[in-house]
């Protein structure tokens, strides 16, 4: 499995790199007690039940059942085989590697990608450097600096020029060896239907490099420098890019976000580069697409608290309701900041400056059902009755939405002492428009028979042996004279067949003289199952003292189990003679069963 990695290296590299810190890339991670808690990166959920424990270097969602160490985290998580999954860890642990396995080509597909980030890395750095240091970039430069481009800025997000030539990116790409047809596929060039020559996609643009999460650049935005259209030109989706999963200048953000405890979500890359300049660090974009389900369970894996700013104007407004929307039921605790009309965040930091923005745009946001009742008054003459009912029972549509009681109840309060109305009649509509919209959500329901299940079914009390089993195991893991113990008294006659395997491979990592290590031997198993498995076992909280009887305890309801079955089926034999008035091979039978339950207590 490791390759031509020696052993020693692959258990440097795992003992040495702390899954509480790579999990914390993807996962917004609280401590308690012993443990770490998040939400599940492998399934959507509200509440944690992703748990991380530092001192065994495992995982395990009690959820979805997702579960391992830390290779297999990253191999589920980013879709790395092994040997990626080992050269991605050296890095961060600066742990080096023997130099063959930088020779490891790995799969077609795996070399595809790794072309197209090497061909995004190299045109990102070129277009920057056309930008800032050739007369070709010129013009471009002193529009982002009349934009309020610093060189900071610029520099930070590593923006750049694609000059107004059919072969610029082509020719350098073809100069580094570069496959042309890769390059094409990963959206940098375009071909020639006539004669298949490729061609720069991206000409007069200044470009904005987007990265993924770990950031390495994967995509392009290019905004065409004076007239042209289209005024945006985006990468296309690729092997790498996936537009819809991810979120512009996370990954500079993160640590920022983590810190304030709030993600600002605004509309596109200016933006975002605007609101870093402003102290804004917290700042992300959704790639100037509607927030996905991905994209807003992302932020949620990360933080609660989000606000949402995007433009001005209808497009806008509609944009925030529709993401605030995905983000609620993401679990994500929203405001919305309103902007002035007909400005963007960028316009009003170039027009009032850093510190109002913060303090009178992101500071003053308002939470989804304020902006919606914003929203609704305007364009309204409350002082028409006519207008005024129309009003307030789109509010109570609205209000009626909330799923909280407190929230609808502080709302209608307000209707009431805003309108002078009684909050009794309120109330009494409101309810009527919560029946009505129950009413369609469960007809909606109804003619959906493929909704979406729940990826978790709720917990089964579990027979006796069964948890017999886990706790025997969860005990040999953590003890090697209590797996010696068991391997003598039960040997491989568990009666689930997981526990079975998994009580083979504990013997046979013991007789290779390891120690006990959950995260080193859940690196021994080759079956997702059995990792699943073993790591929820050694997620357990047993007794660390367990004395002898408790011990034979466990091991007496694993051998007895068969035996009672022995009972149970014997008690079928004696019922079907009684029933063919066979009494005395009834009379018989119940003997044996007396018998062999005599056997079962003295054992």
């Avoid at 579960?67 to 890095?91: A, P, W, Y």
């Avoid at 107004?164 to 580094?176: E, H, I, N, P, V």
Wanted: glycine share 6%; hydrophobic share 35%.
């Amino acid at each position: 499995m490791a390759g031509k990695i020696p052993e020693e290296t692959i258990e440097k590299i795992r003992g040495t790199a702390d899954i509480v810190e790579v999990i914390s890339d993807y996962v917004q991670l609280k401590k308690q007690g012993r443990n770490y808690f998040g939400l599940c990166p492998f399934h959507g959920e509200k509440t944690p039940s992703f748990s991380v424990a530092p001192d065994k270097q495992i995982f395990h969602c009690f959820g979805c059942g997702a579960g391992g160490n830390v290779f297999s985290f990253l191999m589920d998580m980013e879709g790395f085989s092994f040997i990626e999954t080992i050269q991605h860890l050296s890095q961060k642990t600066g742990i080096e590697l023997p130099e063959t396995v930088g020779e490891h080509k790995g799969n077609q597909g795996s070399r595809d990608k790794e072309v197209m980030f090497k061909a995004h890395d190299f045109l990102a750095k070129l277009y920057h450097h056309s930008l800032i240091n050739t007369r070709q970039g010129e013009k471009a430069l002193e529009y982002l600096k009349q934009r309020g481009f610093t060189e900071e800025i610029i520099k930070t997000f590593q923006i750049g020029f694609a000059p107004d030539s059919w072969d610029f990116a082509t020719g350098f790409l073809q100069k580094r060896n570069f496959p042309l047809d890769k390059a094409a596929s990963a959206g940098l060039l375009s071909s020639r239907d006539f004669d298949g020559k490729y061609f720069d996609r991206f000409r007069n643009r200044v470009m904005f490099p987007i990265w993924d999460h770990k950031g390495q650049v994967i995509a392009f935005g290019g905004r065409i420098l004076g007239e042209g259209e289209p005024k945006y030109l985006n990468s296309p989706e690729t092997k790498i890019f996936h537009k819809g999963k991810f979120l512009y200048g996370f990954h500079m953000a993160r640590s920022h976000i983590r810190k304030k405890q709030q993600l600002v979500l605004l509309e596109g890359y200016v933006d975002v580069t605007a609101a870093h300049g402003a102290g804004i660090q917290n700042a992300v974009a959704s790639l100037g697409t509607a927030l996905t389900r991905d994209q807003a369970e992302l932020i949620r894996r990360h933080v609660e608290s989000v606000v949402i700013c995007y433009d001005s104007d209808k497009a806008g407004l509609n944009a925030a309701m529709k993401a605030s929307e995905e983000l609620g039921k993401a679990g994500c605790y929203v405001k919305i900041a309103r902007m002035p009309d007909k400005m963007d965040p960028d316009d009003y930091i170039q027009k009032y400056g850093a510190e109002r923005f913060k303090s009178d745009v992101i500071g003053s946001a308002q939470t989804v059902m304020a902006f919606k009742m914003d929203t609704l008054r305007k364009g309204k003459n409350l002082s028409d009755e006519g207008e005024r009912i129309k009003y307030i029972e789109e509010v109570l549509r609205e209000i009626s939405s909330l799923e909280k009681a407190v929230e609808r109840d502080h709302y209608l309060r307000q209707l009431a002492d805003e309108f002078s109305l009684s909050l009794s009649a309120l109330k009494q509509q409101q309810f009527q428009f919560y029946k009505q919209q129950k009413k369609r959500d469960n007809a909606s329901k109804t003619r959906d028979n493929n909704s979406r299940k729940k990826i978790y079914t709720s917990k089964r009390l579990l027979p006796a042996f069964h948890n017999a089993e886990k706790i025997l195991l969860a005990h040999m893991m953590r003890d090697l004279d209590i797996a010696q113990q068991v391997q003598e008294e039960i040997g491989g006659a568990f009666n689930i067949d997981e526990y079975s395997a998994l009580a083979a491979y504990l013997y046979s990592y013991y007789a290779e003289g390891n120690q006990p290590d959950a995260g080193m031997f859940i690196e021994k198993l080759n079956d997702s199952t059995l990792v699943k498995a073993a790591s929820e076992i050694a997620m357990m909280n047993v007794n660390q003292d367990i004395s002898e009887r408790e011990l034979k305890d466990y091991i007496k309801q694993v051998l007895s189990y068969p035996k009672r079955l022995q009972i149970e089926e014997k008690e079928i034999e004696k019922k079907e003679a009684e029933q063919r008035q066979d009494f005395v091979l009834a009379a018989k039978i119940a003997m044996e069963i007396l018998e062999m339950k005599k056997n079962l207590k003295s054992s």
